[in-house]
């Protein structure tokens, strides 16, 4: 084959495949012209979308916090019905819900995951295995001005009236200690940034003996919830989800009125006793008489007569302690 004839080949192929994409380009122009006119736009390409998945693995009973969840793209074609979509359902619909099955980082979020706030269920998923959930009523005094927040750390004083043969006297008691607080009124979370609530209910999570304690307390006094520090949960050493997950313990502790005031007395006022005479008759035993001026008495009783050994008579006024 000559040179001449290879260069028309290769002429003719160029200029087929010229051809052939300038028609292309015309006809893509033509239909998207006809597309216009019927008022219909073209469909764009197929693109990924964004689901709403885990950023870190969840465990069951946690609360879920905005940090715990984040968009990830996702392939259109693997793209199931339950997912969340951005643009469908906003992320905040999710945060303080509750997990009903362990969530692996990076694992879609979907309704049969998670239980939120408000439907049937939520507060038995909340509750950890072997706990109850106990309300009490609080006030804005006894409930820290409102600072208290769901899924805090709380003491639970008693304070009420004593009756003692003294009279009637106060005492304030702990009655428990890092009771977890997972309700103020019907909240189980809080956003950043919200202000302090007054709420006039507190569920706590307890166990069921620790819940007749509370409940017969409510019965006897007044209850107020102390705030716990959240760095006194760590100083055992322990990990963060056994810090969360520890129940409520006994109280040890109890104040009474009169450690607090002084002009308070702690008891019955000691009697003061008399003055005590002792008689000495010889080598005979110590008698005594409760009367400093009686007279000294003979064998027949009467003073001064008989034959009675001689006597040494004194006196001692005996300390009297408080």
Request: aromatic share 4%; proline share 9%.
């Amino acid at each position: 084959m000559n040179s001449k004839r290879i260069v028309f080949l290769l002429l003719a192929v160029i200029v087929a495949g010229s051809t052939a994409f300038l028609a292309r380009a015309w006809l893509q122009g033509e239909r998207a012209a006809i597309l216009a006119q019927a008022g219909r736009a073209p469909a764009p390409p197929p693109s990924s979308q964004k689901v709403l998945v885990a950023s870190a693995a969840v465990r069951v009973g946690q609360i879920v916090k905005p940090d715990d969840l984040r968009w990830q793209p996702w392939p259109a074609g693997d793209l199931a019905s339950s997912y969340v979509v951005e643009g469908k359902r906003p992320l905040n619909d999710f945060v303080g819900a509750v997990v009903r099955r362990p969530i692996a980082a990076g694992e879609p979020i979907t309704e049969g995951k998670v239980v939120t706030p408000g439907t049937r269920g939520f507060m038995s998923a909340v509750l950890q295995p072997g706990t109850r959930a106990v309300s009490i009523p609080i006030t804005a005094t006894s409930a820290v001005s409102g600072f208290i927040y769901a899924g805090d750390r709380v003491d639970v004083l008693l304070t009420h009236t004593l009756n003692g043969p003294d009279g009637q006297h106060k005492a304030t008691e702990t009655i428990l200690r890092n009771a977890r607080v997972i309700a103020m009124d019907q909240k189980v979370d809080s956003a950043p940034g919200d202000k302090p609530d007054i709420a006039k209910t507190a569920t706590l999570e307890l166990t069921p003996k620790q819940s007749e304690i509370v409940t017969l307390a409510d019965k006897m006094g007044d209850l107020s919830l102390v705030l716990r520090s959240l760095q006194e949960n760590d100083d055992g050493g322990s990990d963060a989800v056994t810090a969360e997950n520890a129940p409520a313990e006994p109280g040890d502790s109890f104040t009474r009125d009169w450690q607090v005031s002084p002009l308070i007395s702690d008891g019955p006022a000691p009697k003061q006793p008399g003055r005590v005479v002792y008689v000495l008759r010889g080598s005979s035993q110590p008698k005594s008489a409760s009367d400093a001026g009686s007279q000294e008495s003979g064998d027949d009783g009467k003073p001064g007569e008989g034959k009675a050994p001689r006597t040494t008579t004194f006196t001692r006024t005996p300390s009297v302690s408080p």
